[in-house]
Nanobody
Framework: QVQLVESGGGLVQAGASLRLTCAASGRTFFFRLLKMGWFRQAPGKEREFAAAIGWSGDSTNYADSVKGRFAISRDNAKNTVYLQMNSLKPEDTAVYYC???????????WGQGTQVTVSS
């Protein structure tokens, strides 16, 4: 099992930046094999994909809505993944979830989420 804990959310004004952190515990020897992702869920909406990063950090992909503004990165030595969010918009307001997927698997491990609120 892998446990994920997000932090770094908060209330900011439009145009500001935030960095979210996701720390993994449990089977951390497994962490460097995991694909990691960030998802978000706005009030009244379905959870949606935001960004993902491969096990080595060389492969990343982003939702069109965040491309060019958000950057995902990881530090396998610290069992941590980050989401740098720049030029935040009110429509980025959501609960942000960290997720992990084992080799060849779907995202199966989830954190509890951290709230990001962007005011206009």
């Amino acid at each position: 099992q892998v446990q994920l804990v997000e932090s770094g959310g908060g209330l900011v004004q439009a145009g500001a930046s935030l960095r979210l952190t996701c720390a993994a515990s449990g089977r951390t020897f497994f962490f460097r094999l995991l694909k990691m992702g960030w998802f978000r869920q706005a009030p009244g909406k379905e959870r949606e994909f935001a960004a993902a990063i491969g096990w080595s950090g060389d492969s990343t992909n982003y939702a069109d809505s965040v491309k060019g503004r958000f950057a995902i990165s990881r530090d396998n030595a610290k069992n941590t993944v980050y989401l740098q969010m720049n030029s935040l918009k009110p429509e980025d307001t959501a609960v942000y979830y960290c997720a992990a997927a084992g080799p060849g698997a779907d995202f199966e491990y989830w954190g509890q989420g951290t709230q990001v609120t962007v005011s206009s």
